[in-house]
């Protein structure tokens, strides 16, 4: 299976890991049940898999809401183009002040198409947000960065999940995974990829033991069939959370990955996958 790559980049995303992922959820699943996924990000796994119906959700409004303008025709695969090609020239000739005059900008009156720019300009295409939800990721250092074939390149990954979210009935929510979950029931396929307990977490807002535990709580206590993105160990040391939450009530399948952090491959991580049938 090809694994086709969405358009917004993010820490963690599951591009190298999608096609194993999907290949836990049974055919049939997909035509009859309606797919949830409460952690979106770049929706690698559930935009692959291309589901009739789904409800893709995320906490951070800014993500839903590229997602939606695509839907609503606010934005188009052309019109980023365009939208790139003229800052590209812009950033081309000022450089790090053009890329920081985007992102106040950005700061001030949120648009998808700045955050597009900033997600493919910014230092190794990091989302991050401070404590006010101000966009705070570094320039890339690269005012070149927008050449024809890098343009041509996000029009395409946008262009395949444009027509995708046209054709299909999918449902964009920015709302708390918590309030998501509560929309489950046994006729839905929930995948889960929360930020990761214990390692890089601090994505637009903090994922601590309190969130593990909820989310625990409600895959446990609902009746939907799951399919939860996890760590098992690495290196140094194992989830903790792992084994005190999710080992004893579910079934756990793991793989050596590798992940890029700061343009450097880490050591490796086993990754797992956790399910309830």
């Known amino acids: 299976m090809k694994i086709l790559t969405p358009p917004i980049k993010i820490q963690g995303k599951k591009s190298k890991l999608a096609e194993w992922i999907l290949s836990f959820i049974p055919s049939d699943f997909v035509n009859n049940k309606i797919y949830i996924e409460p952690f979106v990000g770049s929706g690698v796994v559930g ?7 789904a409800i893709f959700a995320d906490i951070n409004p800014h993500i839903i809401r590229f997602y939606k303008d695509l839907q609503k025709d606010i934005i188009t695969p052309n019109i980023v183009k365009n939208f790139l090609i003229s ?5 081309k000739i000022k450089g790090a002040d053009y890329y920081y005059e985007v992102r106040e900008r950005f ?26 939800g101000n966009f705070n990721v570094p320039f890339c250092k690269n005012k070149d ?7 041509t390149k996000i029009y395409n990954q946008i262009n395949w999940l444009y027509f ?24 839905n396929l929930v995948y889960l990829d929360p930020p ?5 977490c601090d994505y637009f807002n903090k994922w601590n033991d309190k969130d593990e535990q909820d989310l625990f709580n409600l895959i ?40 890029i952090v700061k343009g450097k491959k880490e050591k490796s991580i086993y990754e797992a996958v956790i399910m309830n049938r």
Not at 47 to 53: A, C, E, V, Y
Not at 107 to 132: C, Q, Y
């Open 47 to 53: 935009f692959n898999l291309n589901p009739k119906k």
């Open 87 to 91: 800052e590209g020239e812009k950033l």
């Open 107 to 132: 700061n001030k009156e949120p648009s998808s198409l700045d955050f597009i720019f900033l997600n493919r300009a910014s230092f190794n295409g990091v989302i991050r947000f401070n404590k006010r």
């Open 145 to 151: 960065r927008f050449s024809k074939a890098y343009i």
């Open 164 to 187: 995708r979210i046209k054709n299909n009935d999918w449902i964009f929510l920015n709302e708390d995974f918590r309030e998501v979950l509560k929309k489950a029931d046994k006729n």
């Open 196 to 200: 990761y307990i214990a390692r890089h």
């Open 220 to 259: 446990l206590t609902k009746k939907f069939y799951f399919i939860l993105s996890s760590w098992q160990k690495n290196s140094y040391r194992e989830n903790p959370y792992l084994f005190k939450y999710f080992e004893k009530n579910f079934k756990i399948h793991t793989r050596k990955h590798f992940y």
